[in-house]
T-cell receptor, first 115, second 111 residues
Framework: EPEVTQTPSHQVTQMGQEVILRCVPI?????FYWYRQILGQKVEFLVS????????KSEIFDDQFSVERPDGSNFTLKIRSTKLEDSAMYFC?????????????FGEGSWLTVV | TQLLEQSPQFLSIQEGENLTVYCNSS?????LQWYRQEPGEGPVLLVT?????EVKKLKRLTFQFGDARKDSSLHITAAQPGDTGLYLC???????????FGEGTQLTVNP
């Protein structure tokens, strides 16, 4: 069964360092997303991406964050200068069409620890 | 802001018991999705409900979407230890692409 895959599964980084989280969405999907979940808190939307551009972003997704689809298969989330509060599980997700009425499939997550 | 409130927050039951968890909002959702999440893993989709009043069954799990599309419930019959996990409801805004998640119900089924 097709699935969203993410790497790395776990990364520890020093505060101020840049981090890139990678995702391979399901191949025929057109919409891509990043969500995050701080330990013990709810899953929060960061950004959605369609047709090679950001379609929506949350207030969390500030100038420190960027997304890119560098080739036909990968979708990346870059955090330019990590802060302690960026420590969270980051989930990539994809859907065939937009979120309304359509199923969004999540990857296993990348656990980011900022020290 | 469209909020989804789930209840109860925690539920611990014995194997074989039945249970219902709820997902409520003051806003209308075009659809709602139920996910189950294990510790350290991503949410795994269980079902999507789209039509008001819709009932979907997945083995021992029964999902219902409220007539007004503001609430949903998940009923598990004869719970098993393998049902243990965090159950999340989520729905998209009526316009736009983001999913709003509830806080989840942490279910523990004891053997």
């Amino acid at each position: 069964e097709p699935e969203v895959t993410q790497t790395p599964s776990h990364q520890v980084t020093q505060m101020g360092q840049e981090v890139i989280l990678r995702c391979v969405p399901i191949s025929n999907h057109l919409y891509f997303y990043w969500y995050r979940q701080i330990l013990g808190q709810k899953v929060e939307f960061l950004v959605s991406f369609y047709n090679n551009e950001i379609s929506e972003k949350s207030e969390i997704f500030d100038d420190q964050f960027s997304v890119e689809r560098p080739d036909g298969s990968n979708f990346t989330l870059k955090i330019r200068s990590t802060k302690l509060e960026d420590s969270a599980m980051y989930f990539c997700a994809s859907s065939e069409l937009g979120a309304i009425g359509n199923t969004i499939y999540f990857g296993e997550g990348s656990w980011l620890t900022v020290v | 802001t469209q909020l989804l409130e789930q209840s109860p927050q925690f539920l611990s039951i014995q194997e074989g018991e039945n249970l219902t968890v709820y997902c409520n909002s003051s806003s209308v959702f075009s659809s709602l999705q139920w996910y189950r999440q294990e510790p350290g893993e991503g949410p795994v989709l269980l079902v999507t409900v789209v039509t008001g009043g819709e009932v979907k069954k997945l083995k021992r799990l029964t999902f219902q979407f409220g007539d007004a599309r503001k609430d949903s419930s998940l009923h598990i019959t004869a719970a098993q230890p393998g049902d243990t996990g965090l159950y999340l409801c989520a729905g998209p805004k009526t316009s736009g692409s983001r999913l709003t998640f509830g806080e989840g119900t942490q279910l523990t089924v004891n053997p």
